[in-house]
């Protein structure tokens, strides 16, 4: 089965200034029936300058990242982290939960992501980040299949927020040491099966 996979990386740091840097590359696909393009939002940064950004977290607040899907079969499309925490870098030992982040997925393209063609769980309500494979788009009742406008999303990202199934502490509860924080993402767009 053919996946293409695009790694993003995410660099937090905490206590007074919260960055987060997502840094992309498109991995060419070995077969180009399914193409994923990083359009924008290689570096995203989240900065926690306000105590009460550590007890609500930041909700969104431009941290985006712009795709486009283009694909001659129905598609699907996961994201994961390539560990199952973050470590800080200065100190390996301070720890952070992944369920901390999260993202929405808006839809800019024509496919509608109202079930007719694409199936949307991130539409609502942030999905939380996880180290297995977690779908956030997949075929809907007819086909999710074209490229450029009819495929075209904007992933949100959030972080501390306690909504939809991120951690429900915040960050401030959770006693996070202040570090750098840095995980790998990869989003898998793969055959619809």
Aim: hydrophobic residues 40%; proline residues 4%.
């Amino acid at each position: 089965m053919f996946k293409a996979k695009t790694i993003i990386n995410l660099i937090f740091i905490l206590l007074g200034l919260l960055s987060a840097e997502v840094k992309s590359q498109d991995i060419p696909p070995p077969n180009p029936g399914l193409v994923i393009n990083i359009v924008s939002g290689y570096s995203v940064s989240f900065n926690f300058d306000e105590m009460s950004e550590y007890e609500n977290g930041i909700l969104n607040g431009g941290q985006s990242t712009f795709i486009r899907i283009g694909a001659i079969m129905d598609w699907k499309l996961q994201f994961s982290a390539d560990q199952s925490i973050f470590y800080g870098e200065n100190n390996p030992a301070n720890q952070m939960e992944l369920n901390n982040v999260g993202v929405v997925v808006v839809s800019t393209g024509t496919n509608q992501d109202d079930g007719s063609n694409i199936i949307n769980y991130a539409k609502t309500a942030p999905i939380a980040l996880d180290d297995t494979e977690v779908t956030l788009l997949t075929k809907g009742s007819g086909s999710n299949r074209g490229y450029g406008i009819k495929n075209a999303f904007t992933l949100n990202w959030e972080m501390g927020t306690k909504r939809g199934n991120m951690n429900n502490q915040s960050l401030l509860e959770q006693m996070i040491a202040a570090d750098t924080y840095t995980v790998n993402i990869t989003l898998t767009l793969s055959p619809y099966r």
